[in-house]
């Protein structure tokens, strides 16, 4: 007789493999007026199709509201200007009149009612984007550098992005039927009943898989959080193939130790044609090796990390059929975006806007939603393309449009200029957080802003005026805004209360450390005078603040912790 436990598996298993299709009860639940939310399993299936359901956190107080938010898929993040006009549309018919540029490259719709979600998940559709796989246990958007593809090398990254999203989508017919056809899967018919995906098999994933391209020397798409990341070796402007890196991510919960972020290691190198065996034989091995009994300890990180690289590489060489070639070699130098007009190899301009905490929408003096709508009405053959810095893109900008779109622009309040906003806010990135966020413990998207002008003030005390430091700030320690590889990064614990992390790189490659445990929202300034000080005073010449302090402050004995 056996002594083993039976393996006990998470609910969210038993759902996924007793509806393999991923409907559960959606389609009667939308087909109800009477309800005004969805049953928790539904919940669970409705990540898949890209919706969350949410209640206004705002308002709790008063009693529940249910809102809806829809997270898109957009691989590469590039999208057409019609396709700008209709999400423009979705989010003041639907919405709360707001588009949220995601850090993986994508747009959140928030405020949305159960109402109206049929409405906006078909209007993406029809604009030819989809929700599909934007959330849930499945490969999540994959993203690519954002700066247009102007060349021949980068426009293959770009097509490779897209090949690997599609090869990775689901295949279940049930977002079909209740979002486009309006009515409940047809369960009668024999390959519905007996559905099961050709890549994800029944129960899919354990949990989320984060897929992303980069080229050297910008790593802009942070590649090391990733899942699984390729990095192009461009060699005579000709792209030969990726060094593969696996295992990183960022979500840790505060307390746990047995959580923690990762950043991704370097495997091999595989030459292009082997691209689409390998970014299958990855995340086969997460869906069957990941922990199924746990959702904290289910991402692929973990397998990585407790089976070691050396099998990871085995196994990845197994599955895919052939032995990874050495890395080649590559160097990363920065990560931020540069704003302003800039002329691509064709001869072409594109323009990189700032978004303030990517949620572009309408305030006094500055008109950004209204201005990206009439830009798109106007020139038709522009691209908008997302960065994973929360940023927005105007490429495919003919010479005789520069002008007219510039004075658009400038009409409704944006910059256009190569400096558009302070040095800490154009590098800085915060999660949405409070109000939507159910998982929030502090404000990031509400609070970042002033916080970073409080500590431009001391900045500008100490002698540190106009120089950039990368910031980034999270409303709880899931990692949304990659906070742990920023330079200085606000980890929320509690209302009013972060954690403080120091010590990221600003090329995306090394992990920060924590140095406060916590600190009080109006003790930042006082907390960080003095480090900034030292700083200023100790550095070698344009040391970065993430180097001096992993150099200098994160060494001494009482830095804090680390984790
Ligand atoms: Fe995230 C959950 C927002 C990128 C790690 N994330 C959430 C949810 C859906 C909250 C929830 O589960 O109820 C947040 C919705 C808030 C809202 O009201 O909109 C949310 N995540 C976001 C976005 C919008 C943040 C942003 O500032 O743009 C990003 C959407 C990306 C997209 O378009 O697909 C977003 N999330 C990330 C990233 C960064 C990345 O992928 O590059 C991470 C860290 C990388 C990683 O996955 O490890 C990230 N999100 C998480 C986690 C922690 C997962 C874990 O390993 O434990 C959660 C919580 C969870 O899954 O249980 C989470
Ligand atoms: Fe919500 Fe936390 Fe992600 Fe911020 S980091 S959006 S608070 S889950």
Redesign the pocket.
């Known amino acids: 007789m056996s002594t083993e436990a039976p393996i006990k598996l998470t609910h969210n298993e038993e759902i996924k493999a007793a509806f393999p299709t991923l409907d559960g009860t959606i389609a009667a639940t939308l087909a109800d007026p009477n309800a005004d939310h969805f049953s928790q399993d539904d919940y669970e299936f409705l990540k898949f199709h890209g919706c ?1 359901q ?1 209640d206004d956190r705002d308002l709790r107080k008063a009693g529940k509201k249910y809102i809806m ?1 829809v ?1 898109s898929r957009i691989p590469g993040g590039v999208m057409t200007a019609n396709q700008w006009k209709m999400f423009d549309d979705l989010s003041a018919k639907h919405g709360n009149n707001t588009l ?7 747009i ?1 719709f ?1 405020g949305i009612l159960k109402a109206n979600l049929r409405a906006v998940v078909r209007g993406i559709n029809e604009s030819l984007l989809s929700t599909l796989a ?2 849930g246990d499945v490969t ?2 994959v ?1 690519a550098p954002p700066t247009p593809a102007y060349t021949l090398a980068r426009e293959q990254v770009y097509a490779d992005c897209k090949r690997v999203a599609m090869a990775l989508a689901p295949k279940t017919g049930a977002y079909h039927a209740i979002w486009i056809d309006g009515v409940p899967l047809n369960l009668d018919d024999a390959e519905n009943k007996n559905f099961t995906d050709p890549f994800y098999g029944r129960a899919y994933l354990p ?2 898989f ?1 897929t992303s391209f980069a080229i050297p020397p910008v790593n802009d798409v ?1 590649v090391f ?2 899942d699984q990341g390729y990095i192009a070796i461009i060699e005579n402007e000709q792209l030969v193939g990726y060094n593969l890196a696996v295992g990183g ?4 919960s505060h307390g746990n130790a047995a ?1 923690y ?1 990762r950043l991704a290691d370097l495997m091999g190198f595989l030459t292009r044609d082997r691209l689409l065996d390998v970014a299958k034989a990855v995340p086969a091995i997460h869906r069957d090796f990941g922990d199924r009994t746990d ?2 300890h289910a ?1 692929f990180k973990y397998v990585v990390q407790e089976r070691g690289v050396d099998w990871t590489r085995a196994e990845i060489e197994k599955r895919a059929g052939f032995k990874l070639e050495p890395v080649r070699p590559f160097k990363f130098t920065g990560s931020g975006d540069l704003y302003g007009w800039r002329q691509a190899l064709d001869s072409k301009w594109f323009l990189t806007i700032f978004v303030e905490t ?1 949620r572009v929408k309408d305030v006094e003096g500055h008109h950004l939603k209204t201005a990206l709508r009439q830009v798109a009405e106007k020139f038709s053959d522009i691209e908008f393309r997302l960065s ?1 810095n ?1 940023n927005v893109i105007l490429a495919n900008v003919l010479e005789e449009d520069r002008d007219a779109i510039t004075e658009l622009l400038t009409e409704h309040g944006i910059k256009t200029g190569l400096r558009q906003a302070s040095p800490l806010h154009s590098a800085a ?5 409070l109000p ?4 929030a413990l502090a404000e990031s998207e509400r609070m970042l802003p002033g916080l970073l002008d409080r500590l431009e003030k001391v900045c500008e005390a100490v002698g540190l005026a106009g120089e950039e430091i990368v910031i980034r700030s999270t409303g709880c320690p ?5 906070p742990y590889t920023a330079e200085l990064a606000f980890v929320g614990k509690a209302p009013g209360r972060y954690q403080i992390w120091l010590g990221g790189d600003l090329a995306g490659a090394r992990m920060g450390r924590v140095w406060k445990e916590v600190v009080k929202d109006t003790d930042i300034e006082s907390e960080l005078r003095p480090v900034l000080l030292r700083y200023a005073n100790e550095r070698y010449n344009r040391e970065s603040f993430g180097d001096w302090c992993d150099r200098v402050l994160l060494n001494e004995p009482a830095a804090g912790f680390s984790i």
């Open positions: 969350y949410q938010m997270r949220r540029i995601t850090t993986r490259q994508t959140q928030h934007a959330c999540r958007n993203t949990r989320k984060k942070d959080t990733n991510g960022m979500g840790r959580t972020p959702r904290k991402r990517g994973p929360q990135m915060a999660c949405p957080s939507t966020c159910g998982l899931n990692g949304c805004s990659r």
